[in-house]
C-alpha cells in the first residue's frame, strides 16, 4: 500500500526556516512528478512546488519564489521542501504529493494520486 508520511512542521518565528520531509512507502517513484501543497482553513489546497521525473525541472508559485526549495532523495524515497524567511503568510497545512504516472511537474492537483497526510506550519510574527 502506498503511504506518504510527511513530517518537519512545527512552529517558527518570521524570517525562520523549517525543511519539510515527505517519506514515501509501498513503491518507488524516481520517475514520477512530485510537489508541494498547502491548505488554510476555508481555502482550497494551493499549490507551492513541483519537481519533474529527474529533478531538472522545478516551478514554485510567485508567493514562495526564491524562499522554499523542492528537492528529492531518490535513494531515500523522499521528497523534500526547504523553506527560508518564512512568512506568517505561509502558515498552512503542507501536503506532499505524487503522481502515479505522471513525468513531467505539474501545478494541478488532479495530476497527483498520493498524498500525504499533512503537517502543520505556524510561522508567528
Known amino acids: 500500500q502506498v503511504q506518504l508520511v510527511e513530517s518537519g512542521g512545527g512552529l517558527v518565528q518570521a524570517g525562520g526556516s523549517l525543511r519539510l520531509s515527505c517519506a514515501a512507502s509501498g513503491g518507488t517513484f524516481s520517475h514520477n512528478a512530485k510537489a508541494w501543497f498547502r491548505q488554510t482553513p476555508g481555502k482550497e489546497r494551493e499549490f507551492v512546488a513541483t519537481i519533474n521525473w529527474n529533478g531538472h525541472e522545478t516551478t514554485y508559485a510567485d508567493s514562495v519564489k526564491g524562499r522554499f526549495t523542492i528537492s528529492r532523495d531518490n535513494t531515500l524515497n523522499t521528497i523534500y521542501l526547504q523553506m527560508n524567511n518564512l512568512k506568517p503568510e505561509d502558515t498552512a497545512v503542507y501536503y506532499c504529493?505524487?503522481?502515479?504516472?505522471?513525468?513531467?511537474?505539474?501545478?494541478?492537483?488532479?495530476?497527483?494520486?498520493?498524498w500525504g497526510q499533512g503537517t502543520q506550519v505556524t510561522v508567528s510574527s
Open positions: 504529493a505524487v503522481s502515479a504516472t505522471r513525468m513531467a511537474s505539474s501545478s494541478l492537483k488532479d495530476m497527483y494520486d498520493y
